[in-house]
């Protein structure tokens, strides 16, 4: 079962098992690890792929993820509605900056 299997395992395991919503989601991400674990070995056998590089990110998200569920856990709804939405906007924003600004400090 791959990562999409998720949509399938979690509402089965809180329907059919009686599990927490909370309990079924950690139980997906723990079936999720070996899976993605034996994908990234058998790609770096055929030499597709940059396992450090994957590593690395994957510890960055595990860490953001440790240090931002309790940080979430304390914030108003609102607030993280609005932080969320920051998020998902800004960087649409600043190409916009750099493509005003770079053409004057390069001369273009």
Do not use: Y
Not at 70 to 88: M, N, V
Request: net charge neutral; charged share 10%; aromatic share 2%.
């Amino acid at each position: 079962m791959g990562v999409g299997g998720g949509i399938l395992l979690v509402p089965f395991l809180v329907l059919a098992l009686g599990m927490t919503q909370h309990e079924a989601e950690g139980t997906s991400l723990l079936v999720i690890l070996p899976t993605a674990i034996a994908a990234s070995l058998a790609l770096r056998r055929r030499g597709i792929g940059d396992l450090p590089a994957a590593l690395s990110l994957g510890a960055v998200g595990a860490a953001g993820a440790a240090a931002g569920a309790p940080a979430g856990a304390e914030l108003h709804a609102l607030r993280l509605i609005t932080a969320t939405t920051t998020a998902r906007h800004a960087p649409a924003a600043v190409p916009d900056c750099f493509m005003t600004i770079l053409p004057r400090c390069h001369g273009w």
